[in-house]
C-alpha cells in the first residue's frame, strides 16, 4: 500500500462528509437489526476521526480514498515506513 494519511481537518466540512459518507455507504447500509441513520453513522465517523481511532488514508496506486481504524495493519505499517 503506497498511501499517505490525510488530517481531517484540512478538508473542507463539505469534501469530509463527501468522504466519510461514501465510505460508509460502499458496502451498503445494512448495520445489523437496529437501523441506524446515515446522519448519525457520519457522526460516530466523525467523532472517530476527532479522537484519533480512524484516519483518512488516501492510495496512491489506486487512487482511492478510505478510512482505517487505528487498529489497522495497513495503517500501522505507514507509521513505521
Same mark, same amino acid.
Given at each position: 500500500m503506497n498511501a499517505?494519511?490525510?488530517p481531517y481537518n484540512q478538508l473542507s466540512p463539505e469534501i469530509l462528509k463527501a468522504v466519510v459518507e461514501e465510505f460508509i455507504t460502499r458496502n451498503g447500509t445494512d448495520y445489523g437489526a437496529d437501523e441506524i441513520s446515515l446522519e448519525t453513522k457520519i457522526a460516530q465517523v466523525l467523532l472517530q476521526l476527532k479522537a484519533k481511532d480512524a484516519f483518512i488514508v488516501f492510495d496512491h496506486e489506486s487512487e482511492t480514498?478510505?478510512?482505517?481504524?487505528?487498529?489497522? $495493519?495497513?495503517? $500501522?505499517?505507514?507509521?513505521?515506513s
Amino acid at each position: 500500500m503506497n498511501a499517505v494519511k490525510i488530517p481531517y481537518n484540512q478538508l473542507s466540512p463539505e469534501i469530509l462528509k463527501a468522504v466519510v459518507e461514501e465510505f460508509i455507504t460502499r458496502n451498503g447500509t445494512d448495520y445489523g437489526a437496529d437501523e441506524i441513520s446515515l446522519e448519525t453513522k457520519i457522526a460516530q465517523v466523525l467523532l472517530q476521526l476527532k479522537a484519533k481511532d480512524a484516519f483518512i488514508v488516501f492510495d496512491h496506486e489506486s487512487e482511492t480514498t478510505t478510512i482505517l481504524k487505528k487498529e489497522d $495493519k495497513n495503517l $500501522k505499517s505507514m507509521d513505521h515506513s
